[in-house]
């Protein structure tokens, strides 16, 4: 009997660790942002695990005939040559399938920015997994995959076709300043302002004609 009793208590701490092993394998299962992979505009794969090897990275989503997005490409290139020392990289990641690669390249020719990766997010997974909604909305994201800042890159525009005078805020440069000195960014969420995505789930959607008239309202 006592040796029946062992076996039976034995058997019972086997199935508990399985029952412990499946658990942790579906904890597990979602491997995150750095599990993820995308497409460069170049035609390669670009493993979002190699983000780990940066100082910082900052995915900033673009459409490329959004007025808005085109008005921040010399703030960004701006940006990166203040923090040239830390070196944070940068990346555009152009969501949807609205675009032909004429189109982008002659967006990243016009406004010279053939300097800086282009990802292409077909299927707004990758703008999904961010919650990204905006054209020009930015993110920074530490060497673990975790997102530091979202939103705006700074408050130039307060609504969509007007802009200050003045710009106060640097949203991105003071969370990049504050993350490299002491990783204690305060404000780690603002609203990006500029052209929806045009994600499946939208309620809003821009067209290429919504935009151009956006780009006249603005330089009146």
């Known amino acids: 009997m006592k040796l029946l009793g062992k076996i039976k208590h034995q058997i019972l701490l086997s199935v508990i660790g399985l029952l412990i092993s499946a658990g942790f394998m579906s904890v597990s299962h979602d ?62 990641v152009i969501p949807g399938k609205d675009y032909s690669k004429k189109e982008i390249k002659e967006f990243s020719t016009q406004y010279q920015i053939e300097a800086i990766p282009i990802l292409l997010d077909p299927d707004y997974q990758f703008a999904t997994y961010l919650g990204a909604s905006i054209s020009p909305e930015c993110f920074l994201i530490d060497k673990k995959g975790d997102v530091q800042y979202q939103g705006a890159i700074d408050n130039w525009a ?16 003071e969370a ?45």
């Open 158 to 173: 307060y609504e969509l076709g007007k802009k200050r005078q003045v710009i106060t805020e640097k949203y991105l440069e």
């Open 31 to 92: 491997p995150g942002l750095l599990g993820m992979s995308m497409q460069s505009f170049k035609g390669e794969t670009f493993e979002l695990n190699k983000i780990t090897n940066n100082s910082a990275s900052i995915f900033i989503f673009f459409l490329p005939d959004c007025p808005l997005a085109q008005n921040y490409t010399l703030t960004i290139k701006d940006l990166t040559e203040k923090f040239k020392e830390e070196n944070p990289k940068v990346y555009f």
């Open 176 to 220: 990049l300043a504050t993350f490299y000195k002491n990783g204690n960014i305060l404000t780690k969420k603002t609203k990006a302002i500029g052209c929806f995505l045009n994600m499946p789930n939208h309620k809003e959607h821009h067209s290429k004609e919504e935009k151009h008239n956006a780009h006249q309202h603005q330089n009146k």
